[in-house]
Structures are given as C-alpha cells and as structure tokens.
C-alpha cells in the first residue's frame, strides 16, 4: 500500500499543467498532523512570455481560505506573512518552496493525508485560471522531492 501511494504522489508530482504562457510544475504538499488547521503547497511557476505576470490568488476545496504567503525575518524571527500577489518575470521561473513563498490553506477541513491529492486553482492576472492537482507528500516524500534525499 506505501508503494502505490509513493508512486500516486510522484506521478502527479511530476505532471506540468499550462495556460496561455504560463507552466506550473510539480506542485505539491506536505501532510498535515492530525489537529493542525493549516497546511501549505508549493510549485514551480513558469512564465514563458515575454511579459510578467502575477499569480494573484488561489482557491481550494480543502480549506475556508487560501493565500499567498511569504517568509521574512523580522527581529531575528522567522515570519509567514500573507501577500498580494506573486510576480513571475518574463522567460523565468518564480520557485514556491518551504522558508519561502508558498500557498497556505487555513482552516482544513481534514488534514492533508499523504498518497491523496486535491484540486488547486490559480489565478493569474494575464494567464487566467489554471487549475492544478496537488499530491499530498510524507515528510521522507517531501524531503527526497526538495533534492534532499537519495
């Protein structure tokens, strides 16, 4: 049963959805503790025109409310602080990744449970909506999709 939702999660990690220019690539997200409210995802976002463009909300099913957030330091602590928008420059790619820009889902419903996945929409100021499945990762899944494992 690991298995098979190991392989779940790596083959919707590895799917890349497009609309008009933008590529949004290995979206994902970490299992959520029983109890625990919030819950974040994390993607690549590419932008393949010319022009820059904004990712400037998204929404899912799994939470009352979904935003954009960053991380900054301030005084010393690290902080998560919601933002407007989240600018992707022309012919690059803008990195959602833990310790920095992210997706944050507060008030889950359940908790995110690895080897499941759930729909994610973004809405882009030029690109429009493009919506996306996010596979739900353990810690080990997460850990080895950031580069950090074997």
Request: aromatic share 6%; with cysteine; net charge negative.
């Amino acid at each position: 049963m690991k298995y098979s939702k190991l392989c779940f999660a790596l083959f919707f990690a590895s799917v890349a959805v497009q609309a008009q220019d933008i590529l949004v690539e290995e979206p994902w997200a970490r299992e959520s503790p029983p109890g625990v409210q919030n819950g974040a995802a994390y993607m690549s976002l590419v932008n393949q025109s010319s022009d820059t463009d904004r990712l400037v909300s998204a929404s899912a099913p799994v939470s009352e409310t979904v935003e954009l957030h960053t991380h900054l330091m301030e005084e010393g602590v690290m902080k998560m602080r919601q933002v407007k928008a989240i600018e992707v420059a022309p012919s690059s790619a803008t990195v959602l990744q833990p310790g920095g820009l992210h997706v944050m889902f507060i008030g889950l419903g359940e908790p995110l449970v690895a080897g499941e996945s759930f729909p994610l929409t973004l809405n882009f100021e030029n690109a429009g909506e493009i919506t996306v499945e996010v596979p739900v990762m353990n810690p080990e899944q997460a850990m080895k999709h950031q580069g950090h494992g074997n």
